[in-house]
């Protein structure tokens, strides 16, 4: 069965520094794709990056990257130039074969 | 507006009422997702729908749940004799296909269900 593991509940980072989500899957599929999502306060979940399996490159969106290392089975997200407004709840998920399943997130937190 | 909407934002019902949820697609989408989302954990998928044809439901659906997609455009998630178990948000997703596979899915902003 596929397993989506966010091991950071909460992260804290300096407004204008970077910072990166952690984002371990589990799947036994050659093929799949990678997601993140952003949930602020509000709750609507806003997409923000996708990565297929068989993607050569890193999936860049303005400030966020997805680090992707197949090998190891990680898609950390990255956030670059971080603003106040990043301040939200951090889901990865991962689609199989039409089953999407999401990570527990994580809570980033951008200090002034 | 172009996205996805769910109606009710909110809902606050009783103990063994009965509760509908709309959703509404994004146009050009044709599949359809629910899931449910509790305090502190992610969304956990429900069923969804291609077209009108509805594909594939989780275990977590029980028989007091029931969906129809009936045109193949707007979604109704109805909750039958709620419990209080139920009290959760309710989120909606509809999909393009992209590249080898994947696809993304673009989320409604939700009915939080509160059942007393």
């Known amino acids: 069965a596929q397993k989506i593991t966010q091991t950071q509940p909460g992260m804290f980072v300096q407004e204008k520094e970077a910072v990166t989500l952690d984002c371990t899957y589990d799947?036994?599929?050659?093929?799949?794709?990678l997601f993140w999502y952003k949930q602020p306060s509000s709750g609507e979940m806003i997409f923000l990056i996708y990565?297929?399996?068989?993607?050569?490159q890193n999936a860049t969106e303005g400030r966020y990257s997805l680090n992707f290392q197949k090998a190891r089975k990680s898609a950390n997200l990255v956030i670059s130039a971080s603003q106040l407004g990043d301040s939200a709840m951090y889901f990865c998920?991962?689609?199989?074969?039409?089953?999407?399943?999401f990570g527990a997130g994580t809570r980033l937190t951008v200090k002034p | 507006d172009t996205g996805v909407s769910q109606n009710p934002r909110h809902k606050i019902t009783k103990r063994g009422q009965n509760v509908t949820f709309r959703c509404d697609p994004i146009?050009?989408?044709?599949?359809l997702y629910w899931y449910r989302q509790t305090l502190g954990q992610g969304p956990e998928f429900l069923t969804y729908?291609?077209?009108?044809?509805?594909?594939?439901k989780s275990r977590l659906l029980s028989d007091r749940f029931s969906a129809e997609r009936p045109k193949g455009s707007f979604s109704t998630l109805e909750i039958q004799r709620t419990e209080q178990g139920d009290s959760a948000m309710y989120l909606c997703?509809?999909?393009?296909?992209?590249?080898?596979?994947?696809?993304?899915?673009?989320f409604g902003p939700g009915t939080r269900l509160l059942v007393l």
């Open positions: 997703a509809s999909s393009k296909i992209r590249r080898q596979g994947g696809e993304t899915q673009y």
């Open positions: 799947t036994s599929d050659p093929s799949y794709g």
């Open positions: 990565q297929g399996s068989y993607d050569q």
């Open positions: 998920a991962m689609n199989n074969n039409n089953d999407m399943r």
């Open positions: 146009s050009e989408h044709n599949r």
């Open positions: 729908f291609q077209n009108e044809a509805q594909l594939e």
